[in-house]
């Protein structure tokens, strides 16, 4: 079961799951602070290198199964043109202006 991107808790991570499943990168990239870090699997990755990879040159699709820390926290199942469907998680920091400073993701 799934959760309807509408019904994400905090405006931050659904605009940035929204954004993700549309497809548009700089609807994205709005929603990050000019200084926003990433990690995959515990690893800093180049931020601009991941998300064209990982997200929008191979069409990457989030359904959220879980969501926990007043939304902050997803458990997705993540899919993409070059890996397929995973079970992920995700963590999420937003600043006091609702933009995303660091997001961090990994196997679940």
């Given at each position: 079961?799934?959760?309807?991107?509408?019904?994400?808790?905090?405006?931050?991570?659904?605009?940035?799951?929204?954004?993700?499943?549309?497809?548009?990168?700089?609807?994205f990239?709005?929603?990050?602070?000019?200084?926003?870090?990433?990690?995959?699997?515990?690893?800093?990755?180049?931020?601009?290198?991941?998300?064209?990879?990982?997200?929008?040159?191979?069409?990457?699709?989030?359904?959220?199964?879980?969501?926990?820390?007043?939304?902050?926290?997803?458990?997705?199942?993540?899919?993409?043109?070059?890996?397929?469907?995973?079970?992920?998680?995700?963590?999420?920091?937003?600043?006091?202006?609702?933009h995303?400073?660091?997001?961090e993701?990994?196997?679940?």
């Amino acid at each position: 079961m799934t959760i309807q991107t509408g019904k994400l808790t905090d405006p931050a991570v659904r605009a940035f799951v929204s954004a993700v499943n549309a497809h548009d990168e700089s609807g994205f990239k709005e929603l990050l602070t000019p200084d926003a870090t990433m990690s995959d699997d515990g690893s800093d990755r180049d931020l601009d290198q991941w998300i064209d990879r990982e997200i929008f040159a191979s069409r990457g699709h989030m359904d959220v199964v879980k969501e926990s820390n007043a939304g902050r926290d997803l458990v997705v199942d993540y899919r993409n043109d070059t890996w397929g469907e995973m079970r992920t998680r995700w963590h999420f920091d937003i600043t006091d202006d609702g933009h995303i400073s660091r997001f961090e993701t990994g196997q679940a």
